[in-house]
């Protein structure tokens, strides 16, 4: 948890693999993709549930195997490695970007918006997903008021979120998970934005833990409900998001808060630390290729260029 | 918050009318009482979202104001008040039996069940609302598993439920608030249980903020939910929960953990402590005087011999 957030998991693992490299720089080239190789796995092995983990992890051990034999030890393969991490956070970054446009169009003038987890430049290699599309319309003049979800129970959402739209002057104020639906009845919410960290081929999310309450929240009160993604969160290899690895945390996360206990001694305690949210409870996804208003087979297959 | 859950809020508050009774034993009669009504202002403003408090104020004042005139000060008053502070916890401790006793039909056998805020022994004068119909369920031979909430931002449910379950030696595990709506997709839910601060007279409940949006995820999973609160919790007086009062507490409850700080200085919070559920989804509601189902206008009415 040093690193968190989907499209950052991915940019680190990525400079992993040029650190990998790295180690094996006086050693032949056989010998270091070998290493690499290892590297791959370990990397790959660190959180299951966010797909820009391998995404990324494949991508620069295809470039590493792909590199020239060079007589230098693995110098073609530093090289190749450096200059494909710096293309995938340029690429993140961009994304990003895209993103922040797209989804800025999506939001009404003077929006009251409800977030969930860190979905920002701490998450990210730029301004973030979900809270890149909420930085972009404030910029904008679209943002009257930000509702963060503390996001329990790791808190990113009081720990992080809040401090970036803090920084930025983004009004923003701070509820308990738990408040979200009393607001979208009490007061004129205009939409839900979160981010995923896998989305199946039908559009079904798997995002932080609480998201799926917040989209079945949303539904009732139809409020849009909008998961801004780039497109290496979507994993075409699983059909839905029944087939979604979640990782299961350690419950001491939930019984206690830093070192302090909240709970009683011996307690017991899930801690599943994703849930999936079914395509049919997202109003739109946010791409950097564009709105898939709604995401299913169909409008996924289309993005990718399969149909 | 030396005291909280709604019925043991009212007992206390009766005994609390006693107790000023006794301060004032060696006044007249008359001062006496103007006193005691005082008191019962100040007790009543204490908290104004559960109708319990007032409810047990008032039947105290009515006691005390019935109360024959004595020639040694106020003596009458206090053996009144006395006699109807022992009353009003006696209804409670039987009104705690019979729900549990209503209650524990509902559920079918090896139940799983979430429960939420605490609604136990340590919330009413005996073995509970909520809590007292997974007891007595237990005892049956019924509950397999109770899935204890947290309950933001208090935690009433990891500190004071799990406890009381785990006392009892029923299987119980902790969640936080935000992962009930997962659990109800991926395992079988039997029910979801919660209390109730005080019930409009067409059936909308004000509870625990967060009940409201265990309600929906139990609708959307279509999961039984019910609502176990004795009748001193119904206010005839107010047609719908729209016009329950909603206590607004300290936001520092939501941004600080004790003492803990767990958002940036100078964070903006919310702190709604309750929200409203509407009737329609509510499956059942369980008083001591029977089972409400649906708790709607014509059964609160019928209820009350009111119709």
Redesign the interface.
């Known amino acids: 948890m040093v690193v968190r957030g989907a499209p950052l998991i991915g940019c680190t693992a990525a400079y992993g693999m040029l650190l990998a490299a790295w180690e094996t720089k006086t050693k032949s080239h056989t010998s270091s993709l070998k290493f690499i190789k290892q590297a791959a796995n370990k990397l790959k092995s660190a959180r299951p549930t966010a797909l820009a983990l391998s995404y990324a992890v494949n991508r620069m051990l295809t470039r590493a195997e792909t590199a020239p034999p060079s007589e230098k030890g693995s110098d073609s393969i530093l090289q190749a490695l450096k200059s494909e991490a710096d293309i995938l956070f340029q690429e993140d970054l961009q994304a990003n970007r895209k993103m922040a446009d797209w989804g800025a169009t999506l939001l009404p003038n003077a929006a009251t918006v409800i977030t969930y987890c860190n979905t920002g430049a701490l998450a990210t290699s730029g301004i973030g997903t979900a809270l890149g599309v909420i930085r972009k319309a404030f910029h904008l003049g679209k943002i009257k008021k930000v509702?963060a979800c503390?996001?329990?129970?790791y808190?990113q959402g009081?720990?992080l979120t809040?401090?970036e739209l803090?920084v930025e002057n983004i009004p923003?104020?701070?509820?308990?998970?738990?408040?979200?639906?009393?607001?979208m009845?009490t007061e004129k919410i205009d939409a839900v934005l979160t981010g995923a960290d896998r989305i199946a081929a039908n559009g079904d999310t798997a995002n932080k833990?609480?998201t799926?309450?917040?989209a079945?929240?949303a539904?009732?009160h139809e409020i849009p409900f909008y998961v801004v993604a780039p497109t290496p969160t979507i994993d075409l290899h699983i059909s839905s998001g029944e087939e979604i690895p979640i990782e299961e945390r350690s419950?001491a996360e939930?019984?206690q808060?830093?070192s302090?206990h909240?709970?009683?001694q011996?307690?017991?305690?899930?801690h599943?630390a994703f849930?999936?949210t079914p395509h049919k409870l997202i109003t739109a996804l946010i791409t950097e290729k564009g709105i898939l208003q709604p995401p299913d087979s169909t409008s996924i297959a289309k993005l990718n260029g399969l149909k």
Do not use: F
Request: no cysteine; proline share 8%; glycine share 4%.
């Open positions: 509702y503390e996001t329990r129970p808190l009081s720990r809040l401090w803090m923003s104020i701070l509820i308990t998970d738990n408040m979200a639906a009393h607001l009845k833990i609480g799926y309450a917040l079945i929240q539904r009732h419950p939930v019984t808060i830093g302090q909240i709970a009683p011996r307690a017991q305690a899930r599943p849930d999936v």
